[in-house]
């Protein structure tokens, strides 16, 4: 009792703080003689609910109110309205966030009517549960929801359903493909590396999503990237450095773009033109991997055994010995001799450490405080003359073996004046469309942006917990500002929002895809890629082992070649497979045993799902989520014609619409896939009955074909145009409908 007359307590606070702008309150009086203004949301039990003026819920006994009060509840009807209901921890750190917002609001609000534009008077509407759905599956899980996912929602009475779907799809495989697609933009990932065409990042691939499935903490998983050594598939942490493999400089100008949010590319050249950081500051930090190499070597590193023997390199030493056995056994040594020094030359890209630091002015160094050629110290860079006296920069700097190390604890300590800031800006911008500072790779100036003091308390919101990204985005989804509806007024490039609402935005082409595959699967996230640690077990060659022989290189570079045959092997399948239909017997190992997969009886068991059906395909597509696929996908995919980042620059994507993205759209494969009569919309029309027999059974498959794809029902003026699409044309009216849908802006927009 005493901690709920706590939480009583808070809520008076917090609801004087909030004022009143933001809903319709009326005063309830507990038994000590405390009010708090709030809505009636309902009773549940021995509990009154009451929503406060920000927007967020709370719940507690219903007898500590005055005996008035509680006759009062138990006469009222519960509101029809949505309603958030976060546990009191998150729905406190929402309320808070909240508050910021609102006052950031007011602030603004006399600049936008000098500037001619009108003042916001509070957050949008709340947005309703149609709207809510959608866009929280688009957010959290990057696709919309199914038909069954939708309906149970929206008919779900239960207060708390929003918090519990909150909480439900953070802690799905969804969430981590989703989170996977976000940061591997962000980073650059690709399945195929510019160190050569057997260099593959499939092991740092398979690294970061595992880092984001175990919800590892940001920090942790930063930390790790920049201190990794060695082969990628010994460590898939060293895809981060050896993605730019021999270009030090640019992954240090990316790094800092990326995880601190400071934009100094223009430094590694000349002195910054438009910020205070000089070339030579630059170079500064480079000194911190200036005794690191990412470079291919013809010759792997020498190195000496634990009794101090040089250790050769038998790549080199045994090819004599491996063209022989080639030319022995009828082999085109020609054609065979690159590819297999392409195999072999794959396991020379490795993170090395050296006792040298060898970084060094350019020649064309031009500043008087250095000459060309000059070497230099390393030296981490300060935001502010109190930024030295923090933890974060009590690192040593004197030891050339731990340089890596000191960067990575000074970039990622809590107390570095970025690191925080930065990841909490761009997680801010996953969920309202705008970072409080923009762009989200220059925040430079926090006094500069959108909301300086919401900015700065969602950085210590971050270290309050941990690092967790997870626990971050649960405090921004319960928020009042998030679950209002969106905001369609157009925002200019450079100008600030003030974010009342969530931004209205296109789907990124991996939600768009993403979401085809829930109109085509029903459940995308039990489609796995089948044989993902194939390629680090044929790869790997430990050239430093005296006894690695040339039987032993030619083997595993048969299976290495072999590899895409494997995974061709497990393709079949195709539309009417697909969510719950005709499945094939026997699973993933058998197929791998034999080299193909068997023909057998249906089965129709849930649990024989997901792997048995991991590779279907149509028309050449292998229907998977876009993390399950090639990163990024190939030419002329639905993913790179709508918008994939070629993964060549920080968060590459593109939004702009294209003829190429209207013409898939309209006529192309994928558009195909969901209106052909063997779709799943097309077996969930079917399966769906009016509860009554007299009832018009045309309109229940229309209302579970606008469920499926926009994830409401059709409005009276759609059925009526629904109905006569379908008289007109019974063979094909339901496809026409669905090709309708899907190319209407509701479908591709996140509202």
Known sequence: MKQTTKLFSSLVVTALLAGSAFAEVRTWTDNKGRQVSASFIGLDGENIILQIADGSTRTFPLNILSAEDQALAKSLKPTGQPVMMANASVAQASAKIDLLVATGIGKANPERVKGGKSAITGFNAMANDEQFVRRVYLDIVGRIPNYDEAMVFIKDSNPAKRAKLIDMLLDSPGYSAHTYNYLAEMLRVKDRLDGGNDVRGIPYINWLQKQVEQNVSWDKIVFEMLTATGKMWHNGAAGYLLRDSGMPLDNLANTLAVFLGTDVACAQCHDHPFADWTQYQFYELASFFGATSTRYQRRAPARRNKEGMEMVDMGNKLMPEIEGIIEKNGGDLTRIRNGLQQFIGANRYAITDTATNAVKLPHDYKYKDAKPGDPVAPKFISWSKEDKNLAAYKQKTKEEENLRLAFATWATHPTNPRFAMAIANRMWKRAFGQGISEPVTNIDDPAQSANPALLKHIAEEMKRVKFNLKDFMRIIYNTRAYQS???????????????????????????????????????????????????????????????????????????????????????????????????????????????????????????????????????????????????????????????????????????????????????????????????????????????????????????????????????????????????DNSASGHGDIIWALINTREFIFVQ
């Open 485 to 727: 509806e969106a905001t369609t007024e157009h925002i200019a490039m450079g100008e600030p929002y003030y974010f009342q609402g969530p931004l209205l935005r296109r789907m990124t082409a991996e939600q768009a895809w993403d979401s085809y595959m829930t109109l085509v699967l029903g459940e995308p996230d039990k489609y796995k890629k089948p044989l993902e640690d194939l390629y680090s077990k044929t790869i790997d060659l430990d050239l430093y082992n005296p006894k690695l022989d040339a039987q032993t290189v030619l083997m595993k570079y048969a299976a290495f070649r072999t590899m895409g045959e494997k995974e061709r092997a497990m393709m079949g399948g195709g539309l009417a497979e697909a969510g719950g239909g005709m499945m094939m017997e026997g699973g993933a190992d058998s197929m791998m045993m034999d080299g193909a997969a068997k023909k057998g009886t249906p089965k129709t068991g849930a649990s024989d799902m997901m792997m048995e059906n991991a590779s279907l395909n149509y028309g050449g597509m292998v229907l998977r989520r876009a993390a399950e696929l090639e990163q990024p996908a190939g030419p002329g995919h639905f993913l790179i014609e709508f918008g994939q980042s070629p993964r060549n620059l920080i968060d590459g994507s593109s939004k702009i619409g294209s003829v190429p993205q209207v013409l898939m759209m309209m006529n192309g494969r994928a558009q195909e896939m969901l209106t052909n009569s063997q779709s799943l919309i097309f077996r969930t029309m079917e399966k769906v009955k009016p509860s009554d027999e007299k009832a018009d059974t045309e309109a229940a498959k229309l209302e579970a074909l606008f469920m499926s794809v926009l994830n409401r029902r059709p409005t009276e003026a759609e059925m009526v145009t629904a109905k006569k699409t379908v008289a």
